[in-house]
Antibody, heavy 120, light 107 residues
Framework: QVTLKESGPVLVKPTETLTLTCTVS??????????VSWIRQPPGKALEWLAH???????SYSTSLKSRVTLSKDTSKSQVVLTMTNMDPVDTATYYC????????????WGTGTTVTVSS | DIQMTQSPSSLSASVGDRVTITCQAS??????LNWYQQKPGKAPKLLIY???NLERGVPSRFSGSGSGTDFTFTISSLQPEDFATYYC?????????FGQGTKVESK
């Protein structure tokens, strides 16, 4: 049974860098048989995919955000870390991480999300 | 990037109604088309993957179909717990895109 949990700051200031961590529980992460995506959702708005790390450690970024977003993985800690630079109030959102099963492209297990507010 | 146009953006329906939501891709996509349900304050939940495959544990009143650029999601008989927002999502060439969502409300 795989579970994912997001963690990070609740509040960041404009221009600061946001760092969020997705901690994965379950053996499929350590044996490389899953991918992890980050998705965000501004209040009252639609879901937006941000970035993904595949089971082979290849990383893909949203075209619109690739200049600001970096993804990294620490297998020893079962964590995937999202870094987003130059935060702006429009980046206020709930940020989710989600699993894609090996060899599939749907997101079948989601974290509960973490809400980040960008304000001075 | 492929854009997904989901419609309608909202609809009103009654328990027992048949509900249909459509998603149109800006170009021909493979069968990597998924549907999610989201309730307020909760994470999305996978319902359908790869166009028409029902996720384990999801009731059979949910179904999906389509190919190419046009896809359909159907609830055959709306239940009280189905009032929620639904999103389509596609995957192509290392990128994912969500539709804008359809809010299903009680009539």
């Amino acid at each position: 049974q795989v579970t994912l949990k997001e963690s990070g700051p609740v509040l960041v200031k404009p221009t600061e860098t946001l760092t969020l961590t997705c901690t994965v529980s379950g053996s499929s992460f350590s044996n490389g048989r899953m991918g992890v995506s980050w998705i965000r959702q501004p209040p009252g708005k639609a879901l937006e995919w941000l970035a993904h790390i595949f089971s082979n450690d290849e990383i893909s970024y949203s075209t619109s955000l690739k200049s600001r977003v970096t993804l990294s993985k620490d297998t020893s800690k079962s964590q995937v870390v999202l870094t987003m630079t130059n935060m702006d109030p429009v980046d206020t959102a709930t940020y989710y991480c989600a699993r894609t099963p090996f060899y599939f492209y749907h997101m079948d297990v989601w974290g509960t999300g973490t809400t980040v507010t960008v304000s001075s | 990037d492929i854009q997904m146009t989901q419609s309608p953006s909202s609809l009103s329906a009654s328990v027992g109604d048949r509900v249909t939501i459509t998603c149109q891709a800006s170009e021909d996509i493979s069968n990597y088309l998924n549907w999610y349900q989201q309730k307020p304050g909760k994470a999305p939940k996978l319902l359908i993957y790869d166009v028409s495959n029902l996720e384990r544990g999801v009731p059979s009143r949910f179904s999906g179909s389509g190919s190419g650029t046009d896809f359909t999601f159907t609830i055959s008989s709306l239940q009280p717990e189905d009032f929620a927002t639904y999103y389509c999502q596609q995957y192509d060439d290392l990128l994912w895109t969500f539709g804008q969502g359809t809010k299903v409300e009680s009539k």
